[in-house]
């Protein structure tokens, strides 16, 4: 399965959660609360720190789930240290943690903040 769409509001946030959830559920991915976590922190940081055009797309194979997030700033997001007195700023550190891998491609138009989270192997 793959799936894209475009965001720009902060209230696109909770409604790509929510999507993502239904999506993920009905291709049986297990962990797809880490997946919409990360899918969620990625967005929040496009429509905080980026400009437009935004846009999420996800493609579920047998072996993992693989999340991009584009948008149309060339600045590259990084993992900060922990700071419990800081409020925010965890996104890219959570995304760091959860993830199998992750990285950030930049492109003459901005970036895309992709991530893959492998998916358990079946029992043999």
């Known amino acids: 399965m793959m799936w894209t769409t475009n965001f720009s509001r902060p209230a696109d946030v909770r409604a790509l959660r929510h999507h993502v959830v239904d999506q993920l559920a009905g291709e049986g ?7 919409t976590l990360m899918v969620s922190e990625l967005v929040t940081n496009a429509i905080v720190h980026a400009t437009e055009p935004r846009s999420l797309a996800i493609e579920v194979t047998p072996d993992a789930v693989i999340v991009e997030v584009s948008d149309g700033s060339h600045v590259v997001p990084v ?17 760091h943690e959860l993830s199998s891998a ?7 138009g901005g970036k895309t903040v992709w991530f893959r989270q492998d998916r358990p192997s079946a029992p043999a």
């Not at 991915?29 to 997946?35: E, F, P, R």
């Open 29 to 35: 991915v297990a962990g797809a609360d880490d997946v």
């Open 102 to 108: 992750w990285g950030v491609d930049v492109t003459q």
């Open 79 to 95: 993992v900060r240290a922990v700071d419990p007195n800081r409020l925010g700023g965890n996104g890219m550190r959570i995304v």
